[in-house]
């Protein structure tokens, strides 16, 4: 039975040796863990190889202090794995729960308070203990499956989190304590004489290894510690929260050779050297002022990216620097070709964009010119409206800083555009020289809805969002009247897209002062005395009040058609 022990701890201590040199990344919990399953099982075999009571009460102790702090241990551990996190007074809590416990277990042979009686007896020159348990021992019993419990739970749960915890890896640790727990019990319950405690060791061993093997090629602070330990092309530098020196990579070497002459837990002293100079003052920005490192350095005919990071102790606190120097010549080689091409591209692509919304502008002008044709009383009203829009928008820019030029600009480029609805409209009535009759006037009405369908038609697809549902309401809505009585819906006050008001006033006013089948040219005054006697009637009264401003050079404008 020696072998069968000493074969466990053999097992146990390379497991231990094995996990130490993988390098994986490794916490407080399951390193203790470990070492203690390794003492552990070195009790049993101690045990085994006691010759007298004093040796396997000492034996039987060094046992304990395992089976004391085992089951916490892997509480905790799976914790860890299952990505449950307790609060540090709890954990410092269960620690103290724990070594009560094992202060009551080294009371063993001096009082009756963990083990009533104790005898030794040497059977086939293995050695064993006879005990009778006192009150105490029922904490350990207590406490040990208490745990069990927890992280069987701990995993049991950790199974249906499978966006949190790999699926396969919080099976494999249910199993294992399943596993562990279901041989324990049948120990006790059938009196086994063998111990197979150590067997379990080994289940709690695969419980810790395994698992956070596995559970490290998730992580991703893990994978991100793997990759900058490989990263040849960046230079690592520390420093303490007192920008004391602590370390560098061999690249940092290279890069500032000055850096070979620091001193660790040292302040840079001197005021000489490249790094000092370069870097030193954007290390003490960002720690003293809390001001961003945004910087790119050439060295040796390399460029490389200075980034600056702080050490953070248990997430919160800060404990010191780490500067990061990152080779980006081949990145900025590119960028630098990348921003080339795309001037180049962005020019010719505005070349052709501007070819193509000229010869879209020039067809739809077109359009709306073989629609005048047809309309005896408007020759000439496309131009002058597009330019009395394009004069007021000027106007409404210096009264409106708020309104953006981009959507005046698109005003105007939607004004030649807002007739086209006539074209729906019967030569009879278009032509008509005279008054219309009711029914004319409800067929020429319509032209306001069919001419937002045509815009909307022919510039969706082409133009921007924006420019098509400016173009449509303007075409829609010119005829609609602040107050609420225009046409075709009948909209009222703010309800009337702004720019379907602006291009009201020009209509009107382009109407008034031209000659038309049923009138004569109104002259200025009364054309503009009209638009003020309309101002929150027809029109916008704010945007009345800056058209009315523009009389002089709207004047100036209507004069200069005179003398073509």
Known sequence: MKIFYLACLIITLFFLLWYINVGEKRGTHQNLLLMIIVVANGGYYALACAENLREAVLANKIIYLSGCFVPMLSFLAVCEICKVKLKNYIVVGMYIVQIITYA?????????????????????????????????????????????????????????????????????????????????????????????????????????????????????????????????????????????????????????????????????DTKEGKFVKQVMPLLERYAYKGKETNVTVEINDKKYHIEIDPILRNNKKRAGYLIEFEDVTTRQKYLEMVRNYNKDLELEVYQKTQKIQDIQEKTVIGMAMMVESRDLSTGGHIKRTSDVVGLFSDEILKAKPGIKPEFLKMVTRSAPMHDLGKITVDDKVLRKQGKFTDDEYAQMKKHAAAGAEIVYNILTGIEDERFVEIATNVAHYHHEKYDGSGYPEHLKGEEIPLEARIMALADVFDALVSKRCYKEAYSYDKAFSIIEESAGGHFDAELTEIFLKCRPKLEELYNSYKDE
Request: net charge positive; proline share 2%; hydrophobic share 50%.
């Open 104 to 268: 009551a277990v080294c009371t063993i042979g001096y009082s009756d308070l963990y083990y009533k009686t104790v005898e030794f007896k040497l059977e086939n020159g293995i050695g064993t203990l006879v005990k009778t348990y006192g009150p105490l021992h029922n904490l350990y019993i207590i406490t040990m499956f208490g745990y069990m419990i927890a992280s069987m739970v701990v995993a049991f749960l950790a199974v249906f989190r499978r966006t949190i915890v790999s699926y396969r890896t919080a099976i494999y640790v249910l199993v294992c304590f399943i596993i562990t727990v279901a041989g324990y019990s049948l120990e006790r319950l059938l009196k086994v004489k063998v111990e197979l405690m150590p067997i379990f060791f080994l289940f709690m061993t695969m419980i810790v290894l395994f698992p956070f093997h596995n559970m490290n090629a998730y992580s991703i602070s893990e994978n991100i510690r793997k990759v900058y330990q490989n990263k040849e092309k960046s230079g690592f530098m520390t420093f303490d929260k007192k920008l004391r020196f602590m370390g560098c990579n061999d690249l940092m070497v290279e890069l500032y050779p000055e850096i070979a002459d620091f001193y660790i837990d040292k302040q840079i």
